[in-house]
């Protein structure tokens, strides 16, 4: 599995917006999934969005549906997470993750931190 590397993250007042990006280090097929999970102080990881890098198709958590927009280039073997509209409550560790199955889990990023202040 290639190793993914992320960029971007930070600290923003609410209602603004930060850019995540991930880059694979690998070659990646049609078939790969690229996403973003987070992890917010004390609780559980949940599931952020991700897209299939063949069709580019994609798919988003209910917390996050129409604030934010996942995309990817395939020549930079890179996606990226628009985060608009960011609340308190999006303030976690952002981790992107990929894999050819669902949920795209098999490979892991090193983990950004974002903070939204309220």
């Known amino acids: 599995q290639a190793p993914l590397v992320e960029s971007g993250g930070g600290m923003v007042q609410a209602g603004g917006s930060l850019t995540l990006s991930c880059t694979a280090s690998?070659?990646?097929?049609?078939?790969?999934?690229m996403g973003w999970f987070r992890q917010p102080p004390g609780k559980e990881r949940e599931f952020v969005a991700a897209?299939?890098?063949?069709?580019?198709?994609?798919t988003y958590g209910d917390a996050v549906k129409g604030r934010f927009t996942i995309s990817r280039v395939k020549s930079d073997n890179t996606a990226s997470l628009q985060m608009n509209a960011l609340k308190p409550e999006d303030t976690a560790i952002y981790y992107c993750?990929?894999?050819?199955?669902?949920?795209?889990?098999?490979?892991w990023g090193q983990g950004t931190q974002v903070t939204v202040s309220s």
């Open positions: 993750a990929g894999g050819s199955t669902w949920p795209p889990q098999a490979t």
């Open positions: 690998g070659r990646i097929y049609s078939s790969y999934i």
């Open positions: 897209v299939r890098w063949g069709a580019g198709t994609t």
